[in-house]
């Protein structure tokens, strides 16, 4: 049964009663009932469709019946039309409108009630979310997510409690100031949102993280990471990825930087850790020509030198190559690149026999090409004189 809230009715003692889709047993049809005289939700009788703009016409237009029921109080269930069985209004989502600007009986004005009660549904919706839901929602959203979005979400996610300013999170992201990062997180929040059919927050960034907790020293508001998101961060490696926010060489970590940060950095400067594994998904586990798949030989590396990238860059696992050891030095040497296709290319001071022997030729081409793999590999063309 699936409830639709954006067309409801009223009865006289102030119940709510929303239409919903049902199957019916009889003839195996789904939608929302409709009826009319002589064409009962029985036998095999009535209409049935899942265009809730149908339902509205027919309803209030034609004064058509439809199945209907209350989700709060006494559980009331059936088929009603306006006008009969004590049902004395009607409201229709803003959208909506339109459809009965020429009807009889107009829609009462509770359209403030009616976002109300979308807002609540919603936050219903978030507080459910689970672990396991933002583990599937992390996987299949990985390539609409940018570096830069990941910064930000993984800053969140290592400060102390998981709670963080904006002006911090901007920070992590690369951004000059909190109102870039409002917008960004934003954005995030809203891939997530409408990732789980979530609709009618006031704030998208709300199904990633809740306020409440004040501010900081220096006034500034905080959020505080959802724990489902948290826990589904960590289980898929990807707190470790926060790596990539500094360089491994200890001295030239930043020493204000929170030691989770720190060895982070390290791991990731050196491929392992969260960024190494998000390589290993985005290639299938094998290197990236020769479909190689002995993980133990695999390098991730950065195509764009990590002394070159910003903090972000540095974060972003398509600024690199999941590629055989052998491979991978060439390079890393700049003795090989790849054009925009993916085709190899290779430096004059390469010899066929030498590359016959590690398994390449001119034939060869990356397995795929990300559109965010493109102006990393070109940095690499015209570090190394390729273009």
């Avoid at 509205?56 to 009603?80: C, M, N, P, Q, Y």
């Avoid at 720190?262 to 998000?278: H, P, T």
Wanted: charged share 25%; hydrophobic share 40%; proline share 3%.
């Amino acid at each position: 049964m699936t409830i639709d809230k954006r067309f409801v009715l009223h009865t006289e003692t102030g119940q709510v009663l929303y239409p919903y889709q049902k199957h019916q047993k009889s003839t195996g049809r789904f939608g929302f009932a409709l009826t009319h005289a002589g064409n009962q939700d029985r036998r095999g009788g009535g209409d049935y469709t899942q265009d809730i703009e149908e339902v509205i016409r027919r309803v209030v237009l034609e004064g058509w019946g439809v199945r209907a029921r209350a989700e709060v109080g006494e559980k009331r269930d059936g088929s009603f039309k306006l006008g009969a069985r004590a049902i004395v209004g009607y409201d229709v989502a803003p959208e909506f409108r339109h459809l009965v600007a020429s009807a009889a009986m107009q829609p009462r004005d509770l359209t403030p009630a009616y976002e109300e009660r979308r807002a609540e549904q919603a936050w219903d919706q978030v507080e459910h979310l689970t672990t396991e839901d933002f583990q599937e929602a992390l996987v299949e959203l990985d390539e609409e997510i940018d570096h830069s979005l990941y910064a930000l979400l993984l800053g969140l996610a290592t400060a102390p409690e998981q709670t963080l300013s904006m002006q911090k999170i901007a920070e992590f992201g690369g951004y000059g100031d909190y109102r870039a990062a409002n917008l960004h997180l934003g954005r995030l929040g809203r891939l997530f949102a409408n990732y789980f059919a979530i609709e009618g927050l006031g704030n998208q960034t709300q199904v990633l993280a809740h306020g409440g907790v004040g501010t900081d020293v220096h006034g500034h508001w905080q959020w505080t990471l959802r724990k489902p998101l948290y826990e589904a961060l960590k289980k898929g490696n990807f707190l470790d990825s926060v790596a990539d926010l500094a360089v491994t060489e200890a001295d030239e970590i930043d020493a204000q930087l929170p030691a989770t940060q720190r060895r982070a950095l390290i791991n990731a400067r050196v491929g392992q850790g969260g960024y190494r594994q998000r390589m290993l998904r985005i290639w299938g586990k094998r290197c990236a020509i020769t479909g190689c798949d002995i993980e133990c030989v695999l390098v991730a590396s950065h195509a764009k030198p990590w002394r070159d990238s910003s903090n972000a860059e540095r974060l972003d696992p398509y600024n690199g190559l999941l590629l055989a050891a052998s491979i991978d030095r060439l390079f890393d040497q700049g003795l090989i690149a790849f054009d925009e296709r993916g085709l190899v290319l290779f430096s004059a001071a390469l010899g066929t026999s030498n590359l016959a022997s590690i398994g390449l030729d001119s034939t060869a081409q990356l397995r795929q090409v990300h559109a965010r793999h493109k102006p990393y590999l070109q940095a690499h063309r015209v570090r190394h004189g390729f273009e």
